[in-house]
């Protein structure tokens, strides 16, 4: 298996032409929310902004196998723009799924608090070329009173994985710097990139994340022994990255949460025991 991240911009990588052809892509760009970013203006015209969106979902299409697919992650309020740019670019809609993050969410003065974010999940085509249907054990509900046998099946509405929060629950998984400060303050959680990499992949299949942020997405890849590449712009998360991948840290380990799977049919397959048993092997970072 190989995994690779390269210090570019993902639209002039994108530009390029190559041979890379990639079967899931975990697109979390960031939300132009004004956040101070080194190497990004996250303060662009909204129809500059979701043009650039468009250009890289497109491009990111032309360079995807039949069937593959792409999970744009965005906030709630841009639900519509997140679905244009999907549809007008050739992709086809499978579902929207609500991240209902488990965290506090405080009200507006003239709204509800916002409690979630939206992944959009569409596919190269019709029909997905691979949509292993996971199996959870969630908590019985006040309603429900017999054990669940075999579990329940994924749907499209996740509340069971936790937002990487700036408080208490983040726990040792957020970089931070010297100071204790969050060094990306968008940090996606392991347990989310397992679930989507899980789902719609295959081992030896080849992973796609256009704005690499810390890694999350490559360092889950490796351990579910598939393919992937990262593009990350900001040579000090390149850094990180690197290092990351060469070193799994103990909060990065994602053999624990293994279990919450144990009910999904084919899970041998997609994440084999021996392969958790066998140790990391040293894998290929490209600079």
Avoid at 107 to 120: C, F, L, T, V, W
Wanted: aromatic share 10%; hydrophobic share 35%.
């Amino acid at each position: 298996m190989e995994t690779s991240i390269l210090e570019a911009d993902c639209r002039a990588y994108l530009r390029k032409s190559g041979a890379d052809c990639f079967d899931l892509t975990f697109l979390d760009p960031p939300f132009n929310q004004d956040k101070d970013y080194r190497n990004h203006n996250d303060n662009m015209d909204p129809s500059q902004y979701w043009k650039w969106m468009a250009e890289i979902c497109g491009t990111i299409r032309e360079r995807t196998n039949a069937g593959g697919a792409i999970y744009f992650m965005q906030r709630e309020k841009n639900t519509k723009n997140v679905l244009e740019v999907l549809e007008s670019t050739g992709w086809t809609f499978q579902n929207l799924i609500i991240w209902k993050k488990k965290t506090s969410a405080v009200p507006g003065s003239e709204r509800y608090g916002k409690h979630y974010q939206i992944i959009a999940y569409f596919t190269k085509g019709k029909n997905p070329r691979v949509f292993n249907k996971l199996r959870i054990d969630p908590p019985l509900l006040v309603t429900e009173k017999n054990h669940r046998a075999n579990g329940v099946y994924v749907t499209d509405v996740w509340d069971d994985i936790r937002e990487l929060t700036s408080g208490y629950f983040a726990g040792d998984e957020p970089f931070r710097d010297k100071n204790g400060e969050r060094m990306h303050k968008q940090q996606s959680p392991i347990k989310l990139l397992a679930r989507i990499i899980l789902t719609s992949s295959r081992m030896g299949d080849t992973i796609f994340d256009p704005f690499a942020g810390t890694g999350t997405t490559l360092v889950v890849a490796k351990q579910l022994r598939r393919n992937s590449l990262g593009i990350e712009i900001d040579p000090s998360n390149v850094e990180l990255i690197r290092d990351r991948i060469s070193r799994i840290r103990k909060s990065d380990q994602i053999t624990a949460f293994r279990k919450d799977y144990s009910h999904t049919e084919n899970l041998d397959e997609i994440w084999p025991v021996s392969e958790i048993q066998r140790p990391l092997e040293l894998t290929h970072i490209h600079n």
